[in-house]
Structure formats: C-alpha cells, structure tokens
C-alpha cells in the first residue's frame, strides 16, 4: 500500500504563487512517476504536470510556464511550484503515483485564487 499526503494549499491574490508538496510513504520502489491533477467545482479532474523518475517532465498547456514540478527521490515527494496565479488555477490539487500496477491519489488540497 502507498499513501500520499498532500499540503501547501491556501488563498492566494490572483498573481502570486504557491508550492504543494506530496509525500509518498508505504510500498514505494523502483523509478515511478508523481503527478498532479486538479478537480474545479463541478468540473472533471485534469491533469496538471507529471515528472519521471527520470527526471522527464510535462506539462498543461493551461499552466504551461508557470507551474513547475520538481521532485526529491530521497524524500519521495513531488512538488509543484505554481506562480503567476489565476482565478481558474482555483481547484482541489491531488497527488497521483502509478505504481506496480496500481493508481495511487491523494486526500487533495485546495488552491483559492481570489481578490
């Protein structure tokens, strides 16, 4: 079993920028990849960027050039650094790992972009 836990989520003015972070913990081996997706109200979850364990990286085009995702192999954490900010950014972010045949998500986060 693996578990995620997400934090780093809050309010934040329309233009500035906020980290998430994700730690994995429980069964983790081998070189994977972390992820993050978002959920709007009443929209459909969409994926944000991905890293590998490789280090190979992709993004949204909706966050494209402001959001970056890093990660910390010793510590099995993903990060998602997001800047220039935006009332759409607004969302419930989750940490997702596939591993070993599995689907892993996270609790989520939520991320208010608002005046």
């Known amino acids: 079993q693996v578990q995620l836990v997400e934090s780093g989520g809050g309010l934040v003015q329309p233009g500035g920028s906020l980290t998430l972070s994700c730690a994995a913990s429980?069964?983790?081996?081998?070189?994977?990849?972390m992820g993050w997706y978002r959920q709007a109200p009443g929209g459909q979850r969409e994926f944000v960027a991905i890293?590998?364990?490789?280090?190979?990286?992709t993004y949204a085009d909706s966050v494209k050039g402001r959001f970056t995702i890093s990660r910390d192999n010793a510590k099995n954490t993903v990060y998602l650094q997001m800047n220039s900010l935006k009332p759409e950014d607004t969302a419930v972010y989750y940490c997702?790992?596939?591993?070993?045949?599995?689907?892993?998500w996270g609790q989520g986060t939520q991320v208010t972009v608002s005046s």
């Open positions: 890293r590998s364990g490789g280090g190979a990286t």
């Open positions: 429980g069964r983790i081996f081998g070189v994977y990849t």
């Open positions: 997702r790992v596939p591993l070993a045949g599995n689907i892993y």
